[in-house]
């Protein structure tokens, strides 16, 4: 299992976008949250910025949607041309038909969990998503500290992911640090989204580095 690191760029100097998204070349994806003040309580950025970024990133474009009615706006997010694209499965009327769009359009589909949404629900339709996301902070603001009661949903994610054969990512977003990277590894997770940890580190790309290194030495034990 590849261990993946995504820096958010939430928070980044939002000024220089390009210069930002250099910082992170060594990552594997840029992290884009997508926040609409509805679904939650914060404006980030919409398709045009993310248009732009695109234009500009070094690595591919990994969006987070915490948008209301999914369904309808991120389609276009694939169409732009975003890698992957994460929607929430509280604001998704039909997922697997969603999910099926973005594949169509050539993105890995994503279903994003809030710390308090079980994933029973969504096991036996694991096979239609690239990756599942569980939110490690209530998705909407940057820099919150790392909630240590969504490991068990982890592992229990992971557990369903090797039971089912399948080649399906586990990410985790919101207070992922050197702190924190080592227990989300060894929970299951494989793919890291850090974005204070790396944007507010004195070198991005060294924390980047370092994040990796932590998850893959917790993932060989």
């Known amino acids: 299992m590849s261990i993946v690191i995504s ?17 992170i070349a060594g990552a594997d994806y840029a992290h884009v949250d997508v926040m609409d003040n509805h679904f939650v309580p914060n404006l980030s950025l919409g398709l045009p910025v993310v248009e732009s970024i695109l234009r500009v990133s070094p690595v ?3 969006a987070h949607l915490m948008i209301e009615d999914p369904d309808r706006w991120a389609p276009a997010y694939a169409e732009a041309g975003c890698a992957s694209v994460t929607f929430h499965a509280e604001a998704a009327t039909a997922p697997v038909k969603l999910a099926r769009d973005l594949r ?4 890995r589909a994503g279903l994003a969990l809030r710390p308090a949404t079980p994933i029973e629900p969504y096991l036996d339709l694991l096979p239609e998503f690239d990756m ?3 939110m490690t902070v209530e998705p909407g603001f940057g820099g919150q500290s790392f909630i240590d009661g ?4 982890i592992t229990r994610t992971r557990e369903a992911i090797s039971a089912a054969g399948l080649d399906v990512w586990l ?12 227990r989300a590894a060894d929970a299951g997770a494989n793919v890291f989204v850090a974005g ?18 932590l998850a893959t030495e917790a993932h060989r034990h």
């Not at 204070?196 to 370092?210: I, M, N, P, Q, R």
């Open 60 to 62: 591919p474009v990994d």
């Open 7 to 23: 820096p958010s760029i939430l928070n980044s100097d939002f000024s220089d976008l390009r210069g930002e998204l250099a910082k």
């Open 171 to 182: 990410q985790v977003d919101g207070g992922v640090s050197r702190d924190t990277v080592e």
């Open 132 to 134: 599942i996301l569980v």
């Open 104 to 107: 169509a359009q050539g993105s």
């Open 196 to 213: 204070s940890a790396v944007y507010k580190a004195d070198d991005a790309a060294a924390e980047v580095d370092a994040l990796r290194s």
């Open 150 to 153: 969504t490991l068990p949903k």
